[in-house]
């Protein structure tokens, strides 16, 4: 089974995520159906409103294995550096994006354990970008001013030869 990953334009990729409240047998399901689409995607992170879940969680693997962070916060953060990011919602589309190094986040497991740890480099910026997604941001909020404006005339573009379809 595999959902569909909204894409840019749809708005429950720009509405603020609520507490995930309960972890249970349901819930447990859809983090394993999240995990498996973010693999057929050739993603390293899906939030769970990128599958039209409004909920603040979203699963990941950084090559240690699959995990799953639930009302992930972020408590300090350390350094900086600007890297090219991609989304799995923003498709064949990279921007240059500042994010610190280094992050100390606390969040609970799949297993509703409390966990609270630094992370660094792709972890850091994984946990980042997937957080911004659950706060209703995108990678193009970025950008600059001149390539969102040429982002968005492209995307209008496309959606407008969608819907002529």
């Given amino acids: 089974m595999q959902l569909k990953i909204r894409q840019n334009g749809d708005k429950c990729l720009r509405e603020k995520s609520q507490d995930l409240l309960e972890i249970t047998s349901a819930e447990r399901m859809i983090f394993e159906v999240m995990i498996e689409t973010m693999y057929k ?11 039209g879940i409004n909920k603040r969680f979203f699963v990941a693997d950084i090559g240690d294995g699959p995990m ?34 280094e992050i100390l986040v606390k969040y609970l497991d799949e297993n509703n354990k409390k966990v609270e740890t630094w992370y660094r480099d792709l972890t850091a910026r994984v946990f980042l970008h997937e957080i911004d997604h659950l706060d209703g941001k995108l990678i193009i909020d970025y950008a600059k001013l001149e390539d969102n404006i040429e982002f968005q005339k492209q995307h209008r573009v496309q959606v407008n030869k969608k819907e002529q379809l």
């Avoid at 995607?41 to 599958?51: E, I, T």
């Avoid at 408590?75 to 923003?90: D, F, P, Y």
């Fill in 41 to 51: 995607a050739k993603g390293v992170g899906l939030a769970a409103s990128q599958v």
């Fill in 68 to 101: 799953v962070v639930i009302n992930p916060e972020i408590l300090r953060t350390k350094g900086s550096e600007t890297i090219e990011e991609g989304c799995l919602s923003v498709e064949k589309e990279t921007v240059a994006i500042k994010r610190p190094k």
